[in-house]
């Protein structure tokens, strides 16, 4: 296993192993734009997480669950700017995160109307 992903499983009180270095088959369609075969959890966490939490399904939501645990995946939430305003909404009450930690539901991070 790489240093970096043992790092990240430390910091973030994961258990990770050599085999969940690469995503489950199942975890495919969510991941259309990339080469999914060469896709690993090392050094993509975030948008792994982003991804399954924005697309996934009930399997997809459970194996998150069981690879990273909620404390990562709610610090993955609080700094996304990429998962929608419904999904960060769902998962800050889920996850019990306040609101205003949330840095994609801060005004901060809002696309002023008319601005293109």
Known sequence: MSENLTAFSQEHNLSVDDERTELPEFLRPLFWEVDFDRLRIQ??????IERVLEYGDDQAIRWLYHTFGPCTI?????R???ISRNTATLWALVLGIP???????SKHYRLTPGVF
Do not use: D, F, P, T
């Open 43 to 48: 050094g993509h966490e975030q948008y792994v």
């Open 99 to 105: 609101q205003e930690q949330i840095q994609c539901l």
């Open 80 to 82: 996304s700017r990429k």
């Open 74 to 78: 709610a610090e993955a939430v609080r």
